[in-house]
């Protein structure tokens, strides 16, 4: 089991800049590839950021190539994602997700995630 803590969600104006962290405990954190999903009322969960084990790869959903950024550091069991240039469409609310299987491939698809947060919302104003 991992258990995932997002914060840092909040209400920002369009061009500013959020952090969010995850804090997981529970089973090896350095194991799981981990990803940012996020969810706006009315749509799919959707893809945001992904990171492998180790933390040198790295994905994006097009949509966020370049003003976000996913981190970690598995000395602190934490996941990070720097949001910058923040736009109105970005608002939803913000789920961290383990991936338990142990592999070297970084997923894009929810139903390959094992464990989620609770959620943190993410407002951005225009």
């Known amino acids: 089991q991992v258990q995932l803590v997002e914060s840092g969600g909040g209400l920002v104006q369009a061009g500013n800049s959020l952090r969010l962290s995850c804090a997981a405990s529970?089973?090896?954190?350095?194991?799981?590839?981990m990803g940012w999903f996020r969810q706006a009322p009315g749509k799919e969960r959707e893809f945001v950021a992904g990171?492998?084990?180790?933390?040198?790869?790295?994905y994006y959903a097009d949509s966020v190539k370049g003003r976000f950024t996913i981190s970690r550091d598995n000395a602190k069991n934490t996941v990070y994602l720097q949001m910058n240039s923040l736009k109105p469409e970005d608002t939803a609310v913000y789920y961290c997700?383990?991936?338990?299987?142990?592999?070297?491939?970084?997923?894009?698809?929810?139903?390959?995630?094992?464990?989620w947060g609770q959620g943190t919302q993410v407002t951005v104003s225009s």
């Open positions: 997700a383990a991936d338990g299987a142990n592999t070297v491939v970084v997923a894009r698809r929810v139903v390959e995630y094992d464990y």
């Open positions: 990171i492998s084990r180790s933390g040198r790869s790295t």
């Open positions: 529970g089973r090896t954190f350095s194991n799981c590839a």
